[in-house]
Nanobody, 115 residues
């Protein structure tokens, strides 16, 4: 079992920034990949950004150039830095981990961007 502890999120005006954090209960270097998904009301959950054990990253087209996923080895934490936020970024953001063949989810954190 891998527990994912999320923090960050909140309310911000359009053009602002937020940072999400996700700390797993085991070393991030033993987890195949970690990332963030989001789900807005009435929409399907979608991948926002992901980082693999080797450090490769990929992003949704809608967030490229605005969001950055990274990891802090010393703090065993994965971050999602979100800049130039738009109202359409409003959603519940959930941390995701792929550990072997098992998938784990965080509880989710609300991000609301006002216009």
């Amino acid at each position: 079992q891998v527990q994912l502890v999320e923090s960050g999120g909140g309310l911000v005006q359009a053009g602002g920034s937020l940072r999400l954090s996700c700390a797993p209960s085991k070393s991030i270097f033993s987890i195949n990949s970690m990332g963030w998904y989001r789900q807005a009301p009435g929409n399907q959950r979608e991948l926002v950004a992901r980082i693999t054990i080797g450090g490769s990253t990929n992003y949704a087209d809608s967030v490229k150039g605005r969001f950055t996923i990274s990891r802090d080895n010393a703090k065993n934490t994965v971050y999602l830095q979100m800049n130039s936020l738009k109202p359409e970024d409003t959603a519940v953001y959930s941390c995701h981990a792929l550990d072997g063949i098992r998938v784990y989810w965080g509880r989710g954190t609300q991000v609301t961007v006002s216009s």
